[in-house]
């Protein structure tokens, strides 16, 4: 079972019902998701499968705000997911102590809601920031 999204108005139902199946379609890819889920936990998922609700919603919620908070933060958090979620080596990549990446790894968490340490957090993170630069190739080209 997956939900949509709470709407004030019922002018606003089929926003969520549309979330809730293709949440329910995603679903597969996540077979350790909580039954029930909410369509929201499924964003990569969704996004992944051609929803560009959910591409969207991934790209404004934590793309554009890490963009916002400086090039650090999305340094920080791409070294760290392209190696292996170690902190010496993101650490020696950017030529900072790991208390830094630490702290930045921290700062990210707290802008987005997700972290970059957790499996699942780090999945999300990785889809946004991928969605987030073919958004911005696209618009350059």
């Not at 002018?11 to 969520?16: I, Q």
């Not at 591409?55 to 999305?74: H, N, T, W």
């Not at 650490?91 to 790894?105: D, E, G, I, S």
């Amino acid at each position: 079972m997956v939900v949509g999204p709470p709407v004030a108005e019922l002018r606003g139902a089929g926003t969520s019902v549309a979330a809730a199946v293709n949440g329910l379609r995603a679903s597969v890819a996540w077979p350790d998701a909580p039954r029930p889920v909410l369509a929201e936990d499924l964003l990569p998922e969704r996004a992944l499968d051609g929803d560009r609700a959910a591409r969207k919603q991934l790209v404004e919620e934590i793309y554009e705000p890490l963009c916002k908070a400086g090039s650090p933060l999305l340094d920080t958090l791409s070294v760290y997911l392209e190696h292996a979620s170690s902190l010496e080596a993101t650490a020696r990549m950017l030529f900072v102590h790991p208390n830094t990446v630490r702290y930045r790894l921290s700062r990210i968490s707290e802008l987005t809601g997700h972290m970059p340490a957790d499996g699942r957090g780090s999945f999300i993170l990785r889809v946004a920031v991928t969605l987030g630069r073919l958004t911005e190739g696209a618009a350059q080209r």
